[in-house]
């Protein structure tokens, strides 16, 4: 679904003062600095129960993905490191796709009430320059051609570790058959999923709330692109053949994780 770059999802704070404190602007701004400067460190975004997860697809202007990625990094990162309503955030580049791309941004929310909230404290919340989020989409708008968000229920129970911890994440979508959607979702608990847990593959999976026609999005991750031929054509391939049965589309993109854009 295409939408407007004003509908990227920023943070939820408690604030001990008010959204325009100075005091609050110069902490940003240290932040701000900080993560210029310093590695982040972040959990593992493994799926949890009730995580709705939003991905949004970007491709910018010739010549300004460097730039977009430093606005994000600069304007946006130091509101969504204080966010507890944003559970994680990543960003991945392209490697290999079948759709053209820039960036992908992965936002981790408790259900759609998580998103309500992180968008209800963002409007108010001062970025480290003190003009918060208008401050961000002012800056990136005129560096996006097109952008594309979807919205994906994850699955715990369809799932196994970290795929983003990998030098190598794929994402995959699924377009099923009318009415098989318990089919597919026993072929990848019963027949896929352990097969990957056997071979040490991290993978998500979620179904799709919010989306162009697609079912299912699977992440998973790989240490290579050797790996990720394998997946398809080695000891897990068996392990396919159910899921395959009921679907009427694929679409796969390999990407890399952006280390400096990753928050929790």
């Excluded at 983003?164 to 009318?178: K, M, Q």
Aim: net charge negative; glycine share 10%; proline share 7%.
């Amino acid at each position: 679904m295409t939408s407007s770059a004003t509908s990227a999802v920023l943070p939820s704070v408690p604030m001990i003062v008010s959204a325009g404190s100075y005091f609050v602007r110069i902490a940003l701004r240290l932040l701000a600095v900080a993560m210029t400067t310093l590695p982040m460190r972040v959990a593992a975004q493994e799926v949890f129960p009730g995580e709705v997860r939003q991905l949004v697809t970007f491709r910018f202007v010739p010549g300004g993905a460097t730039a977009a990625r430093t606005i994000f990094r600069e304007r946006a990162l130091p509101l969504y490191e204080l966010d507890t309503a944003m559970r994680s955030f990543r960003a991945f580049r392209e490697v290999e796709s079948s759709i053209p791309l820039d960036l992908i941004v992965v936002s981790s929310f408790e259900g759609m009430a998580g998103m309500d909230e992180h968008n209800r404290v963002i409007s108010g919340l001062p970025g480290p320059d003190g003009m918060g989020i208008g401050g961000f989409y002012g800056a990136i708008g005129d560096l996006i051609a097109a952008h594309d968000d979807q919205f994906v229920a994850m699955l715990p129970d369809l799932s196994h570790g970290d795929p983003t911890s990998r030098p190598r994440v794929a994402l995959v979508w699924y377009r099923i058959l009318p009415g098989q959607s318990d089919r597919f979702e026993e072929a990848i608990q019963h027949e896929l999923l352990p097969r990957e847990r056997s071979a040490g593959l991290p993978s998500a999976t979620g179904r799709f709330l919010l989306s162009d026609g697609w079912h299912y999005l699977r992440m998973l991750g790989f240490d290579s692109l050797g790996a990720y031929q394998a997946y398809w054509d080695g000891p897990t391939a068996a392990g396919h053949e159910g899921v395959d049965g009921v679907t009427t589309e694929r679409r796969e993109v390999i990407l890399a994780p952006v280390p400096e854009l990753a928050v929790r």
